[in-house]
C-alpha cells in the first residue's frame, strides 16, 4: 500500500472557527510533512514529524498546530485562520534517515472566509 | 539560504518535440527529486537522483544530475499530450534534515 490519505478534501471555516486536517499512511514511513501550496506555487514545508517528534517547523504562525498521535497519523489543528491562509494543504510521508522520495496524499483544499 | 530555480517557467511545445527542463540549485546537496503535478492533483513521484552523474529514464523522460554544476535536467523526448502537467524539482539539504526546498515549477503543455 503506498498511499497516503487526506481528510477532508475540501474544507472552508469562517476566521473564528477550529477545524482539523487528518493524514494517515501505512507504509511503515516514519518521516511526515506538512505542506501549502498556493495557486501555481510550489509547495512550502510548514513541519516535519520525525519518529513522532517535531523536527521542523519553518517559522509557521501558531494558529497551525501539528500533530502527530502515532506513527501512522499527522494531524493539523487550525484555529483563527486568515483569508490568506486558504491554499491547498498536503501531507507527505517518507523513509526516515535515508535520503527518499517523498508520497505525497491528495492534499486538503482549504478556503477561509 | 537554499533555492531552487527552474527554467523555463511555462513551456508550450508540440507533439513529437523534444525538450529539456533545467533545475539549477544555490547549494551543495547530492539528491535530487523530480515529482509532477496534474491541475488540481497532488504530487506524484518521477524521479529520485542520488549521486553525480545519475541518470535516470521512464518512458518519454529522462533525468540526470550533476552535482558539480548544481543542475538536474529532466529531458522529455517526442512529447505526447498526457506529458501535459506541471513539473517540480526538489533538493533536500541533506543529512537525514527533511528540508525539501522545491524548485519554482514548470508548466508544460503539448499541443495536440
Known amino acids: 500500500d503506498t498511499e497516503v490519505t487526506q481528510t477532508p478534501k475540501h474544507l472552508v471555516m469562517g476566521m473564528t472557527n477550529k477545524k482539523s486536517l487528518k493524514c494517515e499512511q501505512h507504509?511503515?514511513?516514519?518521516?511526515m510533512y506538512w505542506y501549502k501550496q498556493k495557486a501555481k506555487k510550489p509547495p512550502e514545508l510548514m513541519f516535519v514529524?520525525?519518529?513522532?517528534?517535531?523536527?521542523i517547523n519553518e517559522s509557521v504562525p501558531s494558529r497551525f498546530s501539528p500533530e502527530c498521535p502515532n506513527s501512522s497519523l499527522l494531524n493539523l489543528h487550525l484555529h483563527a485562520l486568515q483569508p490568506e491562509d486558504s491554499a491547498l494543504y498536503l501531507c507527505?510521508?517518507?523513509?526516515?534517515?535515508?535520503?527518499?522520495?517523498?508520497?505525497f496524499g491528495p492534499g486538503t483544499r482549504l478556503t477561509v472566509l | 539560504e537554499l533555492k531552487v530555480e527552474q527554467n523555463p517557467l511555462f513551456l508550450s511545445m508540440q507533439e513529437g518535440k523534444n525538450y529539456t527542463i533545467y533545475c539549477n540549485y544555490s547549494t551543495t546537496s547530492d539528491r535530487l527529486y523530480w515529482y509532477r503535478q496534474d491541475p488540481g492533483k497532488s504530487l506524484e513521484s518521477l524521479f529520485v537522483l542520488l549521486s553525480n552523474g545519475a541518470v535516470k529514464q521512464e518512458g518519454r523522460l529522462m533525468a540526470s544530475l550533476d552535482t558539480k554544476a548544481r543542475l538536474s535536467t529532466l529531458h522529455i523526448t517526442a512529447a505526447v499530450h498526457d506529458l501535459s502537467a506541471t513539473y517540480f524539482c526538489a533538493v533536500d539539504r541533506g543529512s537525514g534534515t527533511y528540508k525539501y526546498i522545491f524548485g519554482t515549477g514548470t508548466r508544460l503543455k503539448v499541443l495536440a
Open positions: 514529524y520525525s519518529y513522532e517528534k517535531l523536527s
Open positions: 507504509m511503515g514511513h516514519r518521516a
Open positions: 507527505a510521508s517518507s523513509q526516515a534517515g535515508v535520503p527518499d522520495t517523498q508520497y
